[in-house]
């Protein structure tokens, strides 16, 4: 049986602002090392506002994911600082003079991936990594991923996003030694299904070294990304 | 309204063998340019025994396929000749001297696949193709594929096979200027759902010239190739 | 290992324009005979113009998919001969005086099958294939498919389009010497599940030479259709 | 709200005999005008020869499906009279000089469907009704069903069986004028998934008269066409 | 091999009308006793009218099915004395003084699956055939089946029409003699996946007499009603 | 079989009005205890309002679930009584004065789960059941779960609400001892596919003690919740 | 944030015993009410001995499911008073003089699924509940079910076991007004996919209060029914 | 375009030696840091045995996975040295004295997920990881994880492996900092669908840094595991 120390130890790292509505996880950032993020699709803008600022003025910072422009909007008014990113449809305020460190490598097999591919790269940044950016490379043309392979081979990580067939993860996992996190994602029509048939070929990769986070889970990639450039570092 | 001369022309072409259980095609080599294949899976022997012998009788020489050793050994007590191959599970007697014209490549991911892609490749040879064969170059090794591409470029029609995540087929699809004939195999385990991951991948093959048969089914592709070969030469 | 001579023979065929968003194959067409091509489906506008632009300049003519009104009329701001099919969402600027050689059939089960027969179509004339085209054939009414199959069978090459079951590929499968690529379509409901249905029936056809593409992917079958054609030319 | 004598009316023509671990219908026959019929695969052997025994003790015959032939000696050592059928699994004691009526035609694409095709004839001619069999009538060499078409046209109904893509249902529906009871088969490999394709192909047929039942239910379908056929004398 | 006068006999039977988009079989009625039915859904307007106003003039009469209020304008225009069904969006012109026969029993589990019932209801009376409805009467209160049951029970054959679980099949089958046939309906939410449970609910009725249509097809349920209703008079 | 007496014991307790359209279960309540409850997702309008007429005036109460705020409009102009909330989409009515008993834990994973969450709890108080409502204490933060755990145990029956991954439900069936009530939700996106995920989860739970309702059901769920909380009281 | 007697007041309720390969809950009855029970499907000898023994000592009683007669061997060589039950595959050691109370009603559609509807039997009746059971009274013959419909009303929590449709799950959930929990069973064939038939036929049932398990999983659902069982005494 | 010297730095990395059959990677351990690892499941037992030889003479040691005792006999007749696990299928030969760094936390749910997790330990080891082992601390259960967790914690890298529903993957990811890499196992039934479940349930992860590997693909976070441990040393 646990003694009451150990419970002590282990739950007084946890703590939250009971909302109601909502539980945010305000020392997060403490126990982690990534203050919590908000995932925007969806919550009605009345919850989104005071999520919003309840974070910013815990963390005095705030990023939040898969944001309307008008969800923007929303946060604009209680939070004039905020920005938005039109491309990945994030919005966020970031500490000024933040240090980026290590280096990971975010690719993308077509240009329909680079939403995905954006939030991805967003996300690393404002958790305080080195991003370089390779779009476009998918493995119809090998002679693409081929000419950026030594830039991506000296990142600490390997972020693989791909629609259509996935292959990508599989072809940049035989060419790399860092870990690879394939992102399957939507692009694709017919037989892709929504994008599991990137899903099902990034599962199955022949290649050692890959995994895998939900289909079109750029978020899920760079945070993961992020906490393995933090340990090579 | 067809005319009589049009249906005439239209069925005359067409004729078959009524055995009651079976209607094996006895002119399909005059309409088509290939005689009937046998596909031995599942036959009941006294069947399987009758079908062969009527097919030999007719062309000449005889093909069957996916057959057991027990099946061959069937076939045997009717037709002495009859020759087994127990990577692919090929029956076959072959007319002698057949000429092999033209050149089709096939290329298979990994060594697990060597049974499908050894039936493609008999099948070809059986209808008159010539073949060259690349196993084991999937996309885990890149270095694999590219140094046999010379030779695979050459060839009229490309045979791609894989399991797993089925990448090899977009990877040579985007290498070569020819057809390429994708089959997704069994080879794999968990969320390959015996082969459903790389025939999703293929059919969404971000390649150009990919078209797909059953997963496991190099017959088919073999088929397909020597047709596509004949035309070229 | 590779020799350098042979890594440079290699590569050296293989080139691309980075735009950074983009990395369209500048010297596709004297790799692979084929220009690319722009599937242009969720490309935002001003990427789209821009591919299409350096495209047309680098090979004189430019071909792009899936495409809406609206992209059309963005693609026409920049390159004013640009002409749009409705039917099939195809634009294009094509080589005057191009000469068209041998002969595909492509052949579609229902009238609401013909914006993709059409993306076939009009592809396959782009790259230089005469086409005939044989529409509302499916097999219900088994005389219309007859009545037109001396035409369909002097084809070097035939592309059977069906959605709802997709028994046409089989059909036709059994009735020509050249390989069919078929194309099974999101037409039809339930639970055909936007083209899963005839894509597996296409899969399983009891019918030899017969490949399948994407669901709705005339594309595709139109560009291997012309690769058959060339070789048989 | 239902009157007592509706109640009664209702109810007083269902019975059943209740043995705990089975209640077999003793008065389906007079009800429905069909004896119930017992379904063997997975009945203990105990249970197996006591249903068997009291309904051939009611009803002066008895008709078991998908029985092994293990199950059959169980059978036979209480019912001595008791007939096995060994390519459909049928056990069946039949009262002597039943007359049967009507014509029923049933259908096979291939000689592994013939199993299938057995169990709804041996069903249908068990319940009275004349029946032809036609099999390995598959569409790939169409003049197979076209030269049957004329015996399969006169029947009252009409059953189509088969594996694979399953596209014998919409051909023989666009060229009868009576029901098509589809009957999907798990004769085949790869993505037919054990008779999903041809269940998804049937039931999305194109032309108008076809209903399906499960895959290799051939039982229910020569049940139903023994009732369409009684309607029809 | 068909003679000549088979193949005759087997063709002349068959004709169609061959508009380049669209073959519409104008000898339908002669050769199956039923006129060819226009599938409106997703038909361009055009082609829409031109369809329409060909087989009124054949046939004297037409009838379309899934018409949107819009495609009836446009028939309207064509066709002024066509008329329009808002619930099962049913467009007609129907030959008066049509006498109808026999008795088909037309029952719905659910007032959302009104839609489909209706359109089976109305094929069916255009066919020729007498119709009774017996809407909302599923098994979670089942004295509504019961109280209907002798109704239904009188009919040639039933129509049982459900979402959800759709058992209504299975107990309709269980309560009557003749055919029933089973349109799972895409009424229901989660994990109905859109009609795909009540479609493997159906297939899988435990009780005899069951055959299915595809999901919401009431049209292809009210047709084969129409065959065994005329066979049974 | 059944007596006169039985048969009507059993039937006598079942009526319903017989609208045509629709059959609403009159005596339901004192049949089960619980009056009929209308799902409001895609009935007419004129249906609609009709249907909660009648059940008002025979129940003096009324409750509606899963309707929009234009559906809320057509019932208030015929009982200017009804309540909205805009949150589950629940229309009522409700007796002034009930007396609720027992206790019932709605608990949801997260924010977005919340619509569901409360269709469950308002109609567990429309039937009489004490609720309380923990919300937003998904397992990704154990801590807000373990510190209301006490308040969830001394209810009568856990409902356990969730999307994403589900596994909310099988850390509640650890923790308590009294059933519980999982509710898939369609919340997630990409392999979440609509709650597809989450189902499966549930299904699976490790822990004892936890059966499923369908995907956003949580009107079923507080039902059968109340049920249990009934038998507890 | 918890306080240290919360924490404590909530873990200290909770132990196990750590073998390594296994950490069985030794406090389990205290905690829930509920011995932890074995479930040995797939489970070594030797860690199945150890198992038993372990919990046998701790709780005096035990309880596995889901053994094969060699398990039993095993077990039964450690633990000479445990018993089998082969239909079930349950072994136990039970208490002597163990009070029942309540009544839980147990149904199965047929006869196949009786060792699921045995292992929810023996585990409730293990647990202390009464239990009844009502075997083979599927839908396809109401008179079965409605002939026991008394039996079923006067329980506490009725238990739906059934393959094919599953539709006996909805028929009661009707009929009765207390909980109804849903099995489904892999007992069907073909389209049946082991038990996802009647899974989505149960999860989409029409009735209120009916919740759902595991396919096969009668202990899950014994386990629950014993919950409410509890609950209402 | 690649320049000769790119392409030559590109490709003088990547040997393999032609067997033919095989094409084993002989300096990946050179490119990768990890030497290749041969997947014995259905491989030939001559192709097998000259692998494993070629292997071991390269590296000086080898590691082969999903071995049977067979193909163990098989290894050590030309491997005397080789030894093999019974509980994870693992045969290999280890270079003596390999230093051990870092640190990586192998959990598994359940007793009967311990050969996939054997697989992941066991391959850590080999590359030169230290492993924690932490078994059936299942979510069902919390304080058995909750009483491991500052062990846990400690790791560079967590490997969480689950069937059933999966959740543990969640639950360890919201208690640690460090990247969870889950691993869903085929352990349970039914709706399980041989890992499916869990594979969903573990994509979808409410938790931060967690990312999959296929179904039961022990090897592979193990892999993963090692390359983050490495990066973090």
């Known amino acids: 049986m646990l003694s ?10 946890v703590s939250f602002l009971d909302l109601g509505f909502a539980k945010p996880d305000l ?24 999520i919003f ?43 000024p003079g933040k ?3 290590g280096k990971i490598a975010i690719c993308s097999a077509g240009t329909a991936d680079i939403p995905v591919a954006e939030e991805a790269a967003l996300t690393a940044e404002f958790f305080g990594a080195n991003v370089v950016r390779h779009y476009d490379i998918g493995v119809s043309g090998l002679s693409r991923v081929l000419s950026k392979i030594d830039d991506i081979r000296s990142a600490n990580c390997v972020v ?15 060419l790399v030694s860092v870990p690879v996190i394939a992102v399957p994602t939507s692009v694709g029509y017919g037989a892709n299904f929504n994008g ?23 978020y899920g990639a760079g945070y993961m990304a992020v906490q393995i450039n933090r340990l090579a570092e």
Chains 1, 2, 3, 4, 5, 6, 7, 8 share one sequence.
């Open 53 to 95: 600022k309840n974070l910013y003025e815990t963390n005095g910072e705030v990023l939040g994911t898969r944001a309307t422009l008008e969800q923007y909007e929303v946060v604009k008014a209680v939070l004039e600082d905020a920005q938005y990113d039109e491309v990945s449809g994030i919005i966020k305020i970031e500490k």
């Open 196 to 218: 599991v048939a990137p899903l099902l070929s990034m599962i199955n990769s022949c290649a050692n070294g890959v995994a895998v986070v939900n289909i079109d889970n750029g």
């Open 99 to 101: 240090k980026r460190i």
């Open 27 to 50: 020392e997060r950032e403490e126990r982690t090392g990534f203050p919590e993020v908000i995932y925007c699709s969806g919550k009605p803008d009345k919850y989104l506002a005071e």
């Open 160 to 174: 693989a996003i791909a629609g259509m067939e996935g292959a990508l993860a599989s072809v940049l996992g035989g």
């Open 4 to 13: 009451v120390e150990e419970a002590e130890a282990l739950l007084d790292k």
